[in-house]
């Protein structure tokens, strides 16, 4: 099992410091595999490096209660002046392996690599593809509890992918998986459930289909919203305004949950804003989660007048929209 526990981070660059993943809350169970779904920047290859235990959070915290992998197929960690034979032999020893699981290693990487003699020369020598391959067969040679897998299976041509692929789900069962992968295909094969990073935040799916379902629901809204011109406000708060217009639904069922929805993600940002007072974080922090919380509020006046808007429109009376500007009222109703 594997908890994540008010994770936050972000990176500090001349670009800025938004938060790429703010206040996640999550449990793997042991046994179940699962698949982070989201857009390009969503920060999924982030959160598996944090469980991974390859970066470290700005806040929060990773407990591992079993044996967690490194990234499958990551190349970093070889030595360039030393051949593949030896960088093998080294990871071994370094996981503790005794002489003859040691052998072993050695002789499942170099079949399952499929460099020949390149096995033996430097891997300075070796293309990304060669290097890929070695690192790949490394990273399955060890029983590990959880593997973690960041597109691994886009590595090499067709048949070492098919190759990959059935090594994957030989494991699954014996250990489970976490994995970002392109591939809905290898998603839907080898994960039961599904983790969908969106603004930051992270939503559990026992069922990864229905994960992928409401991710491609999302990016058409989106795709709509541009192919109809509207145009996107550049500051911040209509731009959260523009985000959440987005994703209002056309009907009324849709748009009772999507209120009900609102109202849930409000209780969960005077949460976090409970714990960050109670924990005394850093004022800037404290200011992020503040303004979290008013942006939850502003959403939800959103759908509830989109909502009234229906309803009215379905009694034949002209809908009246407000003015969002000026609404105010009680947002906790």
């Not at 490194?70 to 360039?80: K, R």
Request: glycine letters at 8%; aromatic letters at 6%.
């Amino acid at each position: 099992m594997i908890e994540v526990k008010n994770l936050y981070k972000r990176y500090h660059n001349h670009h800025g410091s938004d938060w790429v993943l703010k206040n996640i809350n999550l449990t793997i169970p042991q046994g179940v595999s699962v698949g982070l779904i989201g857009s390009n920047g969503a920060g999924k290859s982030t959160l598996l490096r944090l469980i991974a235990g390859m970066d470290s959070p700005e806040r929060g915290e990773v407990i591992r209660h079993s044996r967690v992998s490194w990234p499958v197929g990551l190349a970093g960690g070889m030595q360039n002046n030393m051949t593949g034979r030896q960088n093998v032999k080294f990871v071994a020893r370094a996981q503790g392996c005794k002489p003859d699981e040691v052998k072993h290693v050695i002789a499942f990487v170099e079949e399952f690599a499929e460099i020949g003699d390149a096995f033996d020369e430097p891997v300075r020598t070796y293309s990304s593809g060669m290097r890929a391959r070695l690192s790949f067969g490394l990273s399955l040679s060890f029983d590990f509890d959880v593997y973690i897998s960041d597109e691994a299976t886009a590595v090499g041509d067709r048949a070492f992918k098919e190759k990959a692929k059935a090594l994957f789900e030989s494991k699954v069962g014996q250990a489970s998986i976490i994995m970002v992968s392109h591939s809905e295909g290898i998603l839907k094969d080898l994960c039961q459930a599904g983790v969908y990073l969106k603004e930051g935040e992270a939503f559990w799916y026992d069922d990864v289909k229905t994960a992928i379902s409401d991710y491609h629901k999302d990016s058409d809204a989106k795709k709509s919203t541009r192919q109809t011109g509207q145009s996107i406000p550049t500051n911040a708060a209509n731009k959260t305004a523009a985000v959440n217009a987005q994703h209002l639904p056309s009907d009324i069922p849709g748009a009772k949950k999507h209120l009900q929805q609102c109202r849930q993600k409000l209780q969960k940002a005077k949460a976090n804003l409970v714990t960050a007072k109670e924990q005394q974080f850093l004022p800037r922090l404290l200011h992020l989660i503040e303004k979290d919380v008013v942006l939850r509020q502003k959403e939800i006046i959103s759908a509830r007048e989109h909502l009234e808007a229906l309803e009215a429109a379905q009694q034949d009376e002209p809908p009246t929209i407000p003015n969002q500007q000026n609404s105010k009222g009680n947002t906790d109703v």
